[in-house]
């Protein structure tokens, strides 16, 4: 076995990665000191390599515990492409695959064996377990989609409970269970259930910073905002409808537009079913339309967007759904068409439902959603409020954080209404807080006495919808927890108090207005992205050739570093994150021709970004915000804004978009266009107060790369 420094090389090694994940690290040490471990990840976290890489480092081979025969086979392709040897056992091998597989792991030329749990527990595979344990040694057990074990998770299957069994024969084994359930109850069973001795738990954060999210409102235009939006998308994505008849309707229609769509319901054959998944893995359809009977075990990373066509049932749900975008870390978008004629339609389902509890439920869970749709706050705030965890400041990758509403000081406002939660015992929800607040007459108000409460009318000065805002706010901030029993009751909590006593201001984001909606430019495209575009087509037809998903070949975000660094060695090749020996040799040659041709068609820009230009934009296109850039460089603001500029100018793909709002843009190159290409000063002063000079220096960039090619075509 080779030797590495340190596990960086060996990341680089075998999967070709410069870095580590969050929380990849330590679960990776933890696991090469034969821990038990709960790692729970959110998904396209990057569970896979925790086990697959201590799988490399140690002596014997690792057996690997998963549930889905499609998503073993997807993973034992993807490892031998890296020239990892790993290898499947299942039920749809033949009788001579699966003995030569046999005697393969027998010679221990294996290193990670993939089963499905009821074979691990018949007769005739526990003896060629012992043999292997006996003659090869087993470095681990890992189970993925751990939480199949538990009665409380979502996918509850009885045969996970048997894996206790592995335990009690191979006492000495570590155990490693991996998986993207957030819940406490869950966990607990997982450690219960499997016997995990005193596991080192990582739970790692569920946010999903590459993720994009927006709300478009929902009204008669929606097919042409989902029509837009798609269009506005390079890559493939998935659009959800809530039934079989919108899914068929609007994949239709996508066809009609223009855009490769394939339907998926539980209403279509089983054959049909598999091979639609299958183009859509393999990059032959663009888009999916699909119930949420889509998804479960499919493992691409390279899905750009998820757009919700209808409401989806739960924010649990949504996250999941939305999850299934940017799996590979690279910029991902999640759209939610949200309209009130949904809610009616889910809320009559759900009155329609007899069991009293299950009706609660279904109700607290559609406020949530609605909460999210509705909310002023940044999204990704009220989703990780959802999971209990707190996000503070803007998070800039959100519609409501990019357009953010007017902030307001509301203490006061937010000091008389929980008050009034406390003078109501905490014993109620939103809604009727708001209605004593603004002393409604209501017949429920009479009947508990609240309107002889000391706070009985004190709102009188703000309207119902304010106060209801107000309390939303609250409760995504974590200022006032709320029960989740269904019933949404609220509760004070140490914010609450500090807001009692002053300690604490609360500022909330107050929709007034409609936001006016702001000419959008749309810098034109950079030759990277045509040259990125180009390298995906050559994936496309290796993929073909060998029978593979193209992601298997190389990540987008590979691609995309192909696209912009142009490597013209097959040394420098290597270097690039992704890519690893294996994979250089393999393909190297193909992909340097293929940028080489693209090189002689497409004149190489004259000046050409500095490697330290270079990784700022690359944390760029991470989707770090400038001030995260210059966190982690170690560099000034002002620095990183200039290397930004400076890339815009060289028309490298920099989302200017996302760095100054479009109307300050327009006003910006209006200036320009009016006073000249003069010092940033003097443009400045034209502009006024309320312009920076990083905004103006990042438009001119973009100004100067228009003139540059317009100057180019001449
Ligand atoms: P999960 O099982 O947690 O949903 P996966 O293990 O499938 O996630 O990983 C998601 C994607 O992230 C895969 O395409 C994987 O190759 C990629 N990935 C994992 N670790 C890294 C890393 N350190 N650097 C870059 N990409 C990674
Ligand atoms: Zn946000």
């Known amino acids: 076995m080779t030797t590495f420094a340190s596990l960086e090389d060996a990341l680089k090694h075998f999967f070709g990665y410069d870095t580590f994940r969050p929380g990849q690290k330590k679960i990776i040490e933890a696991a090469l000191q034969n821990k038990d471990l709960l790692t729970i990840m959110?998904?396209?976290?990057?569970?896979?390599?925790?086990?697959?890489?201590?799988?490399?480092?140690?002596?014997?081979?690792?057996?690997?515990?998963?549930?889905?025969?499609?998503?073993?086979?997807?993973?034992?392709?993807?490892?031998?492409?890296?020239?990892?040897?790993?290898?499947?056992?299942?039920?749809?091998?033949?009788?001579?695959?699966?003995?030569?597989?046999?005697?393969?792991?027998?010679?221990?030329?294996?290193?990670?064996?993939?089963?499905?749990?009821?074979?691990?527990?018949?007769?005739?595979?526990?003896?060629?377990?012992?043999?292997?344990?006996?003659?090869?040694?087993?470095?681990?057990?890992a189970i993925d989609e751990a939480h199949c074990v538990s009665e409380w998770g979502h996918d509850f299957r009885p045969e996970y409970r048997k894996l206790k069994l592995l335990r009690q024969r191979y006492p000495k084994i570590p155990l490693q269970a991996l998986t993207a359930t957030a819940t406490k109850r869950v966990q607990q069973d997982i450690v219960r259930q499997l016997d995990l001795r005193s596991p080192d738990i990582h739970l790692a954060s569920f946010d999903r910073p590459n993720l994009h999210y927006e709300v478009q409102p929902k009204d008669r235009h929606v097919y042409h905002k989902l029509l837009r939006a798609i269009r506005a998308e390079t890559g493939a994505g998935i659009v959800y409808c809530l039934s079989r008849r919108s899914v068929e309707e609007v994949a239709t229609r996508l066809c009609h537009d223009g855009i490769d769509a394939l339907p998926y319901h539980a209403g279509l054959s089983d054959r049909e079913r598999s091979s639609n998944q299958t183009s859509f893995l393999r990059d032959d359809v663009r888009v999916i339309v699909a119930t949420i009977a889509f998804g479960m075990g499919i493992n691409k990373p390279d899905v750009r967007f998820v757009f919700h066509y209808d409401l989806p049932r739960s924010l649990e749900s949504f996250y999941q759904e939305s999850g299934r975008a940017g799996r590979d870390g690279e910029p991902s978008k999640s759209i939610l068409f949200f309209g009130l004629g949904d809610r009616r339609k889910i809320e009559f389902l759900i009155e329609q439902k007899s069991n009293q509890d299950e009706r609660k439920i279904a109700l607290q869970q559609l406020r949530q959603v609605i909460d999210y749709g509705s909310g002023n706050d940044c999204r990704r705030k009220i989703i990780l409020s959802y999971f209990g965890e707190r996000y503070r400041g803007n998070c800039g990758k959100c519609d409501n954080c990019l357009n953010p509403k007017p902030i307001e000081d509301w203490t006061i406002e937010a000091q008389k209404f929980l008050s009034c939660v406390a003078r109501c015992q905490e014993k109620f929800g939103i809604n009727h807080i708001v209605d004593v607040l603004i002393g409604s007459r209501k017949q429920k108000i009479y009947q508990y006495g609240h309107h002889l409460l000391s706070t009985y009318g004190i709102g009188k000065g703000r309207t119902a919808d304010e106060w209801r805002m107000l309390g939303r706010s609250l409760v995504h901030q974590g200022l006032v927890g709320q029960t989740t029993d269904g019933y949404s009751i609220l509760k004070l909590n140490k914010h609450s108090w500090e807001i009692f006593r002053n300690q604490q201001r609360v500022e909330i984001a107050v929709d007034k207005h409609q936001t006016k909606t702001t000419a959008n430019y749309n810098p034109r495209k950079a030759e990277a992205e045509l040259l990125f575009e180009k390298l995906r087509k050559l994936r496309k037809q290796i993929a073909d050739a060998n029978s593979l998903a193209p992601y298997m070949i190389f990540a987008d975000s590979s691609?995309?570093?192909?696209?912009?660094?142009?490597?013209?060695?097959?040394?420098?090749?290597?270097?690039l994150s992704g890519v690893n020996e294996y994979k250089a040799q393999q393909y190297g040659d193909r992909f340097i021709s293929a940028i080489l041709e693209f090189g002689e068609q497409h004149k190489l820009p004259i000046s050409i970004p500095s490697k330290s230009q270079m990784a700022t934009l690359q944390l760029h296109q991470q989707g770090l915000s400038v001030v995260e850039i210059a966190q982690k460089r170690g560099f000034a603001v002002g620095t990183i804004n200039s290397h930004l500029s400076q890339l815009i100018e060289m028309n490298q793909p920099v989302a200017l978009n996302k760095l100054v709002k479009a109307d300050k843009q327009q006003a910006i190159i209006q200036t320009i266009e009016q006073v000249g290409d003069l010092p940033l000063k003097t443009i400045k002063d034209a502009l006024g107060e309320d312009y920076s000079y990083d905004e103006i220096r990042l438009v001119r960039g973009w100004w100067r790369s228009q003139r540059q090619s317009v100057l180019d075509s001449q």
């Open 42 to 141: 959110p998904t396209g976290g990057g569970k896979s390599l925790c086990f697959q890489l201590p799988a490399l480092l140690r002596k014997g081979i690792t057996i690997v515990v998963s549930p889905l025969i499609a998503l073993m086979q997807d993973q034992v392709d993807a490892l031998q492409d890296n020239g990892i040897s790993a290898t499947y056992l299942n039920s749809t091998l033949e009788y001579e695959a699966r003995r030569s597989r046999q005697i393969a792991i027998l010679k221990n030329q294996v290193k990670l064996l993939y089963v499905a749990p009821e074979r691990l527990l018949n007769e005739r595979f526990s003896l060629f377990l012992d043999r292997v344990h006996r003659d090869v040694g087993i470095s681990t057990i």
């Open 559 to 575: 691609l995309r570093l192909m696209a912009q660094v142009r490597p013209k060695t097959l040394a420098d090749f290597a270097n």
